[in-house]
């Protein structure tokens, strides 16, 4: 089997929901090493287990939509799920992921050890647990097939600049992710009109993530996480910004000054991150860790504005990618084992 390079994305935090409930415990069962320590530090915290989290026999919104358990969760699926890829099949070229999934990424590249890269996004979670500031809302400027509706988006961000308090928190692919106190959120949801039957849509227990409005809860993860944890990244890895932080040339004192500073009060570009991660590695396939699919869409919609091997719409990616897949799913168990091997 021909080898193919990989760019590895790691999700956020709407990753582990009701169908994601089990996921350590169905996938990997064999990493209980690391799971240990893991749980350990959630116990030493004063918080439950990862594992007992995950073996619950009930999903509740209000105990897994929480920062400081679902943040953990993902984090564990994610990283087990990282250890699991196939490196016989695949020669990962670079890792970037979704707002929290950066924290991720840093632990994934190397910048932080296992250990250490837990205690950064359960510490900047319960943070925002604890705080709370604002909330966010999910709104698209593409239609149901992916294609771009003209002037939604410039629409969108005239709003933003009109309404006081309301702030652009993440490009995801056909979509913004709006940050705001609730005023904000709610003379912003008068103007939005209704569409595809679910936007605008509140994102439950999610705070103003990616917006000066965590100025604090920055200022706490910088006290709260010292710089020593970090290190120079072992793979390449592609931040908010679409910058790429190199091995060998990266300071690990400006890689913390960024994820504890810019990248908690500045938006997030995941979309500029992907334009990035295929036009300077050309990878042949993107595999996304799971827990979770829904980082899967604006993926997708990430490489149609790349025009990526030609897509163009909804339409078009999904017969692409059952011909010869460029997107690959670890939290959908058909695609999952293309990236396992097993």
Same mark, same amino acid.
């Given at each position: 089997?021909?080898?193919?390079?990989?760019?590895?994305?790691? *999700?956020?935090?709407?990753?582990?929901?009701?169908?994601?409930?089990?996921?350590?415990?169905?996938?990997?069962?064999?990493?209980?090493?690391?799971?240990?320590?893991?749980?350990?530090?959630?116990?030493?915290?004063?918080?439950?287990?990862?594992?007992?989290?995950?073996?619950? $026999?009930?999903?509740?919104?209000?105990?897994?939509?929480?920062?400081?358990?679902?943040?953990?969760?993902?984090?564990?699926?994610?990283?087990?799920?990282?250890?699991?890829?196939?490196?016989?099949?695949?020669?990962?070229?670079?890792?970037?992921?979704?707002?929290?999934?950066?924290?991720?990424?840093?632990?994934?590249?190397?910048?932080? $050890?296992?250990?250490?890269?837990?205690?950064?996004?359960?510490?900047?979670?319960?943070?925002?647990?604890?705080? /709370?500031?604002?909330?966010?809302?999910?709104?698209?400027?593409?239609?149901?097939?992916?294609?771009?509706?003209?002037?939604?988006?410039?629409?969108?961000?005239?709003?933003?600049?009109?309404?006081?308090?309301?702030?652009?928190?993440?490009?995801?692919?056909?979509? /913004?992710?709006?940050?705001?106190?609730?005023?904000?959120?709610?003379?912003?949801?008068?103007?939005?009109?209704?569409?595809?039957?679910?936007?605008?849509?509140?994102?439950?227990?999610?705070?103003?993530?990616?917006?000066?409005?965590?100025? *604090?809860?920055?200022?706490?993860?910088?006290?709260?996480?010292?710089?020593?944890?970090?290190?120079?990244?072992?793979?390449?890895?592609?931040?908010?910004?679409?910058?790429?932080?190199?091995?060998?040339?990266?300071?690990?004192?400006?890689?913390?000054?960024?994820?504890?500073?810019?990248?908690?009060?500045?938006?997030?570009?995941?979309?500029?991150?992907?334009?990035?991660?295929?036009?300077?590695?050309?990878?042949?396939?993107?595999?996304?860790?799971?827990?979770?699919?829904?980082?899967?869409?604006?993926?997708?919609?990430?490489?149609?504005?790349?025009?990526?091997?030609?897509?163009?719409?909804?339409?078009?990616?999904?017969?692409?990618?059952? $011909?010869?897949? /460029?997107?690959?799913?670890?939290?959908?168990?058909?695609?999952?084992?293309?990236?396992?091997?097993?």
């Amino acid at each position: 089997m021909t080898r193919q390079t990989a760019l590895v994305v790691a *999700p956020g935090r709407g990753t582990y929901n009701k169908e994601e409930l089990g996921y350590l415990h169905r996938h990997h069962a064999g990493q209980g090493a690391l799971l240990a320590k893991f749980d350990a530090l959630r116990l030493a915290a004063g918080q439950p287990s990862i594992t007992t989290l995950d073996g619950a $026999d009930r999903y509740t919104v209000s105990c897994y939509s929480r920062g400081d358990n679902a943040s953990a969760l993902i984090h564990a699926c994610a990283v087990a799920d990282f250890a699991a890829i196939d490196r016989e099949r695949f020669d990962i070229v670079a890792v970037t992921g979704n707002s929290m999934g950066w924290y991720i990424a840093l632990a994934c590249g190397g910048a932080l $050890d296992p250990a250490d890269g837990f205690q950064v996004v359960n510490t900047m979670g319960t943070l925002m647990q604890a705080a /709370l500031i604002g909330g966010q809302m999910l709104y698209p400027f593409v239609d149901e097939d992916w294609r771009e509706i003209p002037g939604r988006r410039g629409e969108i961000m005239d709003l933003i600049a009109r309404i006081e308090g309301l702030y652009l928190s993440i490009e995801l692919g056909g979509m /913004l992710v709006l940050a705001g106190e609730e005023p904000a959120l709610a003379e912003a949801e008068k103007h939005l009109p209704q569409a595809q039957g679910r936007f605008p849509m509140r994102l439950a227990n999610h705070a103003a993530f990616h917006s000066p409005l965590q100025a *604090p809860v920055s200022d706490q993860g910088r006290a709260a996480l010292p710089a020593s944890l970090f290190a120079g990244p072992k793979i390449p890895l592609i931040d908010g910004r679409g910058h790429i932080w190199w091995p060998h040339t990266t300071d690990p004192a400006a890689l913390w000054t960024y994820t504890l500073g810019h990248q908690v009060v500045m938006p997030y570009d995941f979309t500029g991150a992907m334009r990035t991660g295929l036009r300077e590695f050309a990878p042949d396939v993107v595999i996304i860790l799971g827990p979770g699919r829904t980082l899967g869409g604006a993926v997708a919609q990430s490489l149609i504005a790349c025009d990526w091997q030609g897509s163009t719409s909804r339409a078009d990616f999904q017969t692409r990618n059952l $011909d010869a897949p /460029l997107v690959l799913l670890m939290g959908l168990d058909a695609q999952r084992s293309c990236a396992t091997g097993n």
